[in-house]
């Protein structure tokens, strides 16, 4: 389905209907990581089709269907990734009309799944999360290298006009803004951005919809501490952690579920059905 936001800025939600629903006809808006295009959760999507759960994909501005492309000219930040999501949550839920929602993300898409619960009028009936947790540079075994990183990045992303994350091998090639927003949640722990007149913090600290949260054995990018903090931000929304054994390697904890997605699929639906 395409979907257009308020500047103008166009991508595709890609739908994946149910063939028997659950009761209730639950649908789940997913987000994915930072630089992962949506047609990567496509396995995902599938499995928990087959388990009665509908998907709804969300495509990130610069990445796959999206018309737009970082570079010097083309910059955004949180404020638009925001809107972006907000779009896509209007299409999902008239997609769905009448069936409860849910809202998960993988990573930086579990994060901004919490910003979505903590913001909309008509709460979530719960959010689901895979291997996320905030970027505080206190939660990670080498905190200073991590917080020399959030220094870095945006230092980087100005020079080039955007963060060459495929070069670099973290992201995607991110614009200037997202990297700015970014490693400023990392440096001081707090949920923000240029133009975003909203004050994230509180309203994650009202947020009460319900948490699964699913942690990867062995992920670097996510510790259980950088879990433990983006879930303490939420004190009012009963949480519950799963842990998933994880792949060795570097990356491998943090993205080798996503190609064998069966184990999060059942967890989730789980969830669901029992809601």
């Known amino acids: 389905m395409p979907v257009t936001s308020t500047d103008g800025a166009s ?8 063939p028997t629903p659950l009761p209730g006809s639950p649908y789940l808006l997913w987000l994915p990581a930072l630089g992962v295009p949506a047609r ?11 388990l009665g759960v509908g998907v709804a994909l969300h495509e990130w501005r610069g990445l796959g269907s ?4 970082a570079g010097r000219r083309c910059d955004w930040g949180y404020r638009q990734l925001l809107d972006d999501i907000d779009s896509s949550a209007s299409i999902a839920a008239a997609a769905w009309s009448g069936g409860r929602w849910w809202v998960g993300g993988h990573s930086l898409g579990g994060q ?12 979530p009936a719960g959010i689901l999360l895979a291997a996320s947790g905030a970027p505080y540079w206190r939660c990670f075994a080498h905190p200073h290298w991590v917080r020399l990183a959030y220094l870095a990045a945006p230092w980087l992303a100005r020079l080039v006009g955007y963060l060459p994350g495929r070069r670099i091998g973290f992201g995607g090639n991110e614009a200037r803004g997202v990297i700015s927003d970014w490693a400023a949640t990392g440096r001081t722990g707090c949920y923000g951005g240029h133009g975003i007149n909203e004050d994230l913090e509180y309203l ?17 990018l996510v510790p259980a501490a950088s879990l433990d903090f983006l879930l303490g931000k939420m004190p009012h929304a009963q949480a519950h952690v799963d842990v998933l054994a994880g792949r060795s390697g570097m990356d491998a904890a943090h993205f080798g579920w996503m190609k064998q997605p069966d184990e999060v699929a059942h967890r989730f639906a789980k969830v669901v059905a029992h809601a």
């Open 11 to 18: 991508a595709e939600l890609i739908l994946m209907r149910a």
């Open 40 to 50: 990567h959760y496509l396995p995902l999507a599938q499995a928990l089709a087959r």
């Open 66 to 69: 999206s018309d737009r492309r």
């Open 112 to 123: 901004f799944a919490c910003l979505l619960a903590s913001r909309v009028p008509a709460a």
């Open 204 to 220: 994650l600290a009202a947020q009460r919809a319900p948490v699964l949260a699913l942690r990867v054995t062995g992920d670097w």
